[in-house]
């Protein structure tokens, strides 16, 4: 425990991870309600037919937040110092200070995941008041099995950026591509056309948690082939798989190398 909240003192002391907190809060509200006009105009035209996904694409697209966090977790340690401070890296004082690396990857994980829960109940409530706002009494009802879904989502994603930077331990890499694949395309839409695997791909099963429910909003392309559950669990088996490897590389590197 003392490691966890060593973990915990860390994150918040870093300078950017009030910008993950800033996009994983206000984003997914600012989507949602830039979402909720254009479908209020569908509803008063009376060719609505998505209502029931309105404000989930928010915190699809706020997943940017705890990939931020995930990242800065690791690249964090390897960042150099300055000279002033000895040219050493965080690193090598969190090996000293907790001797053993796999409890120094569980605490890190713990925080991460703490933070990443309490950040995706915020971006709910802001999210469904900006939906409210907006729709009024053509508000959609957030039901409470999506709501959880999308907490494990992002939770899982935090995790996701963390093994990944852990095997990098760069954090331009997986920062760039989890960015660009939760945003501008998802590389799980493009290998789709290929292969119907690609559903197994985490950021496509992961969102079968709580998103593509509507079969008249899904279409031909984000067709349903998993269930919420099933798409946790592959989610989670994608995590599980990158964190075991992401261990066993750190617990064999060379910290000074």
């Given at each position: 425990m003392r490691a966890f909240n060593a973990e915990l003192s860390k994150l918040f002391s870093l300078p950017g991870i009030w910008l993950a907190f800033l996009i994983g809060a206000i984003a997914p509200a600012v989507i949602a309600a830039l979402d909720s006009i254009a479908e209020k105009e569908e509803i008063i035209a009376?060719?609505?037919t998505r209502l029931s996904e309105v404000g989930y694409i928010g915190l699809v697209l706020g997943v940017q937040g705890v990939i931020i966090?995930?990242?800065?977790?690791?690249?964090?340690?390897?960042?150099?110092?300055?000279?002033?401070?000895?040219?050493?890296q965080q690193i090598t004082t969190s090996l000293t200070v907790v001797s053993s690396r796999l409890h120094f990857l569980l605490a890190k994980a713990g925080a991460v995941t703490v933070i990443s829960i309490l950040l995706c109940i915020v971006a709910i409530m802001t999210t469904v008041s900006a939906t409210h706002l907006v729709l009024g009494e053509y508000a959609p009802a957030f039901e409470w099995q999506r709501l959880i879904g999308a907490i494990c989502y992002w939770t899982f994603t935090a995790l996701l950026a963390l093994g990944i930077t852990l095997l990098t331990k760069n954090g331009i890499i997986p920062l760039a591509v989890l960015m660009i694949n939760s945003s501008v395309v998802s590389f799980s839409v493009l290998l789709y056309r290929v292969t119907k695997l690609a559903v197994y791909l985490p950021d496509?099963?992961?969102?079968?948690?709580f998103m593509f429910t509507s079969d008249t909003f899904t279409g031909s392309l984000f067709v349903r082939y998993n269930t919420p559950f099933t798409g946790g669990l592959v989610m989670l088996a994608w995590v599980v798989v990158i964190f075991i490897a992401a261990a066993i590389v750190f617990h064999r590197r060379d910290v000074a190398a």
């Open positions: 009376g060719v609505s966090l995930g990242v800065l977790a690791v690249s964090s340690e390897y960042l150099t110092e300055s000279s002033e401070s000895g040219g050493g496509r099963a992961g969102a079968e948690m």
